[in-house]
T-cell receptor
Framework: GNSVTQMEGPVTLSEEAFLTINCTYTATGYPSLFWYVQYPGEGLQLLLKATKADDKGSNKGFEATYRKETTSFHLEKGSVQVSDSAVYFCALTPTGANNLFFGTGTRLTVIP | EADIYQTPRYLVIGTGKKITLECSQTMGHDKMYWYQQDPGMELHLIHYSYGVNSTEKGDLSSESTVSRIRTEHFPLTLESARPSHTSQYLC????????????FGQGTRLTVV
């Protein structure tokens, strides 16, 4: 079946620290992979995506690389800001489908 | 900017009342979804639709029902609200094609007292 396993949180970092949130997946074929972000009191919004192996998605200083050999899509940012405090969701859509399968979410808090 | 709207944003209602959560999108998307988000943040798909007059139940069993009479509109109804229905409800829509992202509304936070 299709599933996403995401690093448990919460994660608390100081401003300018390096961030990694691990995400691994199980899927047949070649799924599309996504990171969504949910700011307090809001819905989810797309942060970045990748649709094939070795693609790197990037946005707002965040990056994630589609690694088929390790079935991973880890989210990284070199220097976090207080404004990055949010919940981050890893997700996939299987080949030929549009249903999103989400990880459990990781809450990030960045302190000044 | 995502053009998908949910109303109301917040709702407090008594047990046994009938409620409808509204969701509309102006992007012409065929696919629409309802998710329930528990306090632990996890998202559970409760309903989806692939087009007009098409509705399916999601992975999480829900006592709610949905309808899709128009492409842009995907309301969710609870015939008799209970405290166990207290949750955040998120509506989303997406186009077709590989790698197409989903757009989410801001959510409705429902409290049943």
């Amino acid at each position: 079946g299709n599933s996403v396993t995401q690093m448990e949180g919460p994660v608390t970092l100081s401003e300018e620290a390096f961030l990694t949130i691990n995400c691994t997946y199980t899927a047949t074929g070649y799924p599309s992979l996504f990171w969504y972000v949910q700011y307090p009191g809001e819905g989810l919004q797309l942060l970045l995506k990748a649709t094939k192996a070795d693609d790197k998605g990037s946005n707002k200083g965040f990056e994630a690389t589609y690694r088929k050999e390790t079935t991973s899509f880890h989210l990284e940012k070199g220097s976090v800001q207080v404004s990055d405090s949010a919940v981050y969701f890893c997700a996939l859509t299987p080949t030929g489908a549009n249903n999103l399968f989400f990880g459990t979410g990781t809450r990030l808090t960045v302190i000044p | 900017e995502a053009d998908i709207y949910q109303t109301p944003r917040y709702l407090v209602i008594g047990t046994g009342k009938k409620i409808t959560l509204e969701c509309s999108q102006t992007m012409g998307h065929d696919k629409m979804y309802w998710y329930q988000q528990d306090p632990g943040m996890e998202l559970h798909l409760i309903h989806y639709s692939y087009g007009v007059n098409s509705t399916e139940k999601g992975d999480l069993s829900s006592e709610s029902t949905v309808s899709r009479i128009r492409t842009e509109h995907f309301p969710l109804t609870l015939e008799s609200a209970r405290p166990s229905h207290t949750s955040q409800y998120l509506c989303a829509s997406s186009g077709t094609g590989r790698g197409t992202e989903a757009f989410f509304g801001q959510g409705t936070r429902l409290t049943v007292v």
